[in-house]
């Protein structure tokens, strides 16, 4: 019966029906909600994509500023509390955390994407320029500033929950800016919840998209929606079966297989392609990744037009907007014990290091086929982004068996991420439980599969990115008040003082006590 009150509570009622609204909205009258959709999509990046480049451009440097301050020694837990997992291990599960569906879609659409229509209209496309230009672009979307969203609401959950020993909800971080009153609470976690499930559906529908794709490359079957809801149902079959029975052994697991899938793939590709230009990429890329980070943080186009700014550098801030509730989540869970230093610079440089490289082996194994070997990847890719992957992999040896491995890859990941984000969901909806009920669990199991698959019904890839675009925008303000809140806190916390002004204490302590015995014997 507890339970049940639990459940019973406005923001999981008010979230979970503004959802279903949507879900019937878009099942019963497809076109108007497409055209609603695109008419709210175009009115938020006309009038505030500014505001999420500045936004985000904003958070890196408050986080860069905060890890060198006096405050980066804090730790998150105790003063004298150790980290939970070793560094290697909590390295990997960052690593686990952020090699999602979405960096195994882009890894080779989004630089083939640039390398055909390159971002700047003086680049010819199609040459060794807009080769380069890609793959510094596609670096910088899945570097620091990416990493930066998860980072902030992963460091600021991590410090409530083990510093201040409360929940994780984000209305309980923003306390010291919006205070206590529960309709102001309950509406900013609402807001979270909605940009979490938009963030999440995007995710999936780009990763039901890819399977279909491959499957469609690889097998011949055809590429439709209805092949794309059977994706879908065996998706939710699994997470469902893993989230009512409680069996998060096996999903463990699984998300283990999942890894070495994603390291044997990684490996193969590196091996057999072209590795000595893989390299030389990947170190030219984060040079130019590096020279241009401000000017491609803050560019837009108001003097030539144009939407690329718009389709790429907009959409993908919005969508790891509304994706960070859930991986700042899983962040501020392994993250016990660090300080807050070295949560920043581990969060901020490995992950987009790892991100990266991914990058580098699998879009710089397809820029080399297209520059040496005509392969047309490019082409084939603005045909269809959803092939790009296996379209790359036909070019190796043993392409069937990697692309098989692939399509295992991306419908594990799909499995796993879902299993994780309908915990999230259902936490963030029964005020914070650390152990919701299955049926608050299979409820946001049932809606997230339902909206994934109402986007894909209304428009595809388009209508993944206008959702996480406009569920993002709220959100975006509650990001930055989290900073403003941050700092309240940090104000209140007795910074610990360094070893070299221990050692002088321990000097001046030894000095005055040599002085007071040499008052004594006088």
Same mark, same amino acid.
């Given at each position: 019966?507890?339970?049940?009150?639990?459940?019973i509570n406005?923001?999981?009622?008010?979230?979970?029906?503004?959802?279903?609204?949507?879900?019937?909205?878009?099942?019963?009258?497809?076109?108007?909600?497409?055209?609603?959709?695109?008419?709210?999509?175009?009115m938020?990046?006309?009038?505030?994509?500014?505001?999420?480049?500045?936004?985000?451009?904003?958070?890196?440097?408050?986080?860069?500023?905060?890890?060198?301050?006096?405050?980066?020694?804090?730790?998150?837990?105790?003063e004298?509390?150790?980290?939970?997992?070793?560094?290697?291990?909590?390295?990997?599960?960052?690593?686990?955390?952020?090699?999602?569906?979405?960096?195994?879609?882009w890894?080779?659409?989004?630089?083939?994407?640039?390398?055909?229509?390159p971002?700047?209209?003086?680049?010819?496309?199609?040459?060794?320029?807009?080769?380069?230009? /890609?793959?510094?672009?596609?670096?910088?979307?899945w570097?620091?500033?990416?990493?930066?969203?998860?980072?902030?609401?992963?460091?600021?959950?991590?410090?409530?929950?083990?510093?201040?020993?409360?929940?994780?909800?984000?209305?309980?971080?923003?306390?010291?800016?919006?205070?206590?009153?529960?309709?102001? =609470?309950?509406?900013?976690?609402?807001?979270?919840?909605?940009?979490?499930?938009?963030?999440?559906?995007?995710s999936?529908?780009?990763?039901?998209?890819?399977?279909?794709?491959?499957?469609?490359?690889?097998?011949?079957?055809?590429?439709?929606?209805?092949?794309q809801?059977?994706?879908?149902?065996?998706?939710?079959?699994?997470?469902m079966?893993?989230?009512?029975?409680?069996?998060?052994?096996?999903? =463990?697991?699984?998300?283990?297989?999942?890894?070495?899938?994603?390291?044997?793939l990684?490996?193969?590709?590196?091996?057999?392609?072209?590795?000595?230009?893989?390299?030389?990429?990947?170190?030219?890329?984060?040079?130019?990744?590096i020279?241009?980070?401000i000017?491609?943080?803050?560019?837009?186009?108001?003097?030539?037009?144009?939407?690329?700014?718009k389709?790429?550098?907009?959409?993908?801030?919005?969508?790891?907007?509304?994706?960070?509730?859930?991986?700042g989540?899983f962040?501020?869970?392994?993250?016990?014990?660090?300080t807050?230093?070295?949560?920043?610079?581990?969060?901020?440089?490995?992950?987009?290091?790892?991100?990266c490289?991914?990058?580098?082996?699998?879009?710089?194994?397809?820029?080399?086929?297209?520059?040496?070997?005509?392969?047309?990847?490019a082409?084939?890719?603005?045909?269809?982004?959803?092939?790009?992957?296996?379209?790359?992999l036909?070019?190796?040896p043993?392409?069937?068996?990697?692309?098989?491995?692939?399509?295992?890859?991306?419908f594990i990941?799909l499995?796993?991420?879902?299993?994780?984000?309908?915990?999230?969901? /259902?936490?963030?909806?029964?005020?914070g439980?650390?152990?919701?009920?299955?049926?608050?669990?299979?409820?946001?199991?049932?809606?997230?599969?339902?909206?994934?698959?109402?986007?894909?019904?209304?428009?595809?890839?388009?209508?993944?990115?206008t959702?996480?675009?406009?569920?993002?925008?709220?959100?975006?303000?509650?990001?930055?008040?989290?900073?403003?809140?941050?700092?309240?806190?940090?104000?209140?916390?007795?910074?610990?003082?360094? =070893?070299?002004?221990?050692?002088?204490?321990?000097?001046?302590?030894?000095?005055?006590?040599?002085?007071a015995?040499?008052?004594?014997?006088?």
């Amino acid at each position: 019966m507890q339970k049940i009150k639990n459940l019973i509570n406005p923001v999981f009622i008010i979230s979970s029906g503004a959802i279903l609204f949507l879900v019937i909205i878009g099942a019963i009258i497809p076109e108007q909600f497409k055209n609603g959709a695109n008419s709210v999509f175009h009115m938020t990046t006309d009038f505030f994509g500014w505001f999420y480049l500045m936004a985000v451009f904003i958070i890196v440097v408050f986080l860069f500023g905060l890890a060198i301050s006096k405050y980066g020694t804090i730790r998150l837990g105790a003063e004298d509390g150790r980290p939970e997992f070793s560094f290697l291990t909590w390295i990997s599960m960052l690593f686990s955390a952020g090699l999602g569906v979405g960096l195994v879609f882009w890894g080779v659409a989004e630089p083939m994407s640039h390398y055909f229509s390159p971002p700047f209209s003086d680049t010819t496309p199609l040459t060794t320029d807009a080769a380069r230009l /890609a793959m510094g672009y596609s670096f910088f979307h899945w570097g620091i500033s990416q990493w930066s969203v998860y980072a902030i609401l992963g460091l600021v959950m991590a410090y409530v929950q083990f510093n201040k020993k409360r929940n994780m909800l984000i209305s309980t971080a923003l306390e010291p800016v919006t205070g206590t009153n529960r309709v102001v =609470k309950g509406t900013i976690d609402i807001l979270a919840v909605i940009a979490t499930v938009m963030g999440v559906a995007t995710s999936i529908g780009l990763g039901v998209l890819q399977t279909n794709g491959g499957l469609s490359f690889v097998f011949g079957l055809p590429n439709t929606f209805l092949i794309q809801v059977a994706i879908i149902l065996i998706m939710f079959i699994g997470y469902m079966f893993s989230a009512t029975t409680g069996l998060q052994r096996g999903m =463990k697991i699984l998300s283990n297989v999942n890894m070495m899938l994603a390291i044997v793939l990684l490996l193969f590709v590196f091996i057999t392609g072209p590795t000595v230009f893989i390299m030389e990429t990947f170190t030219l890329a984060i040079g130019d990744y590096i020279s241009n980070f401000i000017q491609y943080s803050l560019r837009m186009q108001p003097y030539i037009g144009g939407t690329w700014v718009k389709d790429w550098t907009i959409f993908y801030w919005a969508w790891a907007i509304a994706w960070s509730p859930f991986v700042g989540s899983f962040i501020a869970r392994v993250s016990k014990g660090r300080t807050i230093r070295e949560f920043i610079v581990g969060v901020l440089i490995i992950p987009p290091l790892i991100a990266c490289f991914w990058i580098a082996v699998f879009g710089g194994t397809a820029m080399w086929f297209d520059l040496h070997k005509e392969a047309e990847i490019a082409q084939t890719v603005h045909n269809d982004v959803t092939v790009a992957l296996f379209q790359m992999l036909e070019y190796l040896p043993l392409s069937m068996i990697a692309s098989f491995i692939g399509i295992l890859l991306i419908f594990i990941f799909l499995i796993t991420s879902a299993d994780s984000a309908t915990f999230i969901m /259902a936490s963030m909806t029964t005020r914070g439980s650390l152990n919701p009920t299955v049926l608050s669990k299979l409820v946001w199991g049932i809606l997230m599969a339902s909206i994934s698959g109402v986007l894909l019904y209304t428009g595809g890839l388009d209508a993944l990115q206008t959702a996480s675009l406009i569920a993002a925008l709220p959100f975006t303000v509650l990001l930055l008040l989290l900073m403003i809140s941050y700092i309240k806190m940090m104000k209140e916390e007795i910074v610990p003082l360094k =070893k070299k002004d221990i050692q002088r204490l321990k000097i001046a302590r030894k000095h005055l006590e040599k002085e007071a015995k040499a008052k004594e014997k006088k």
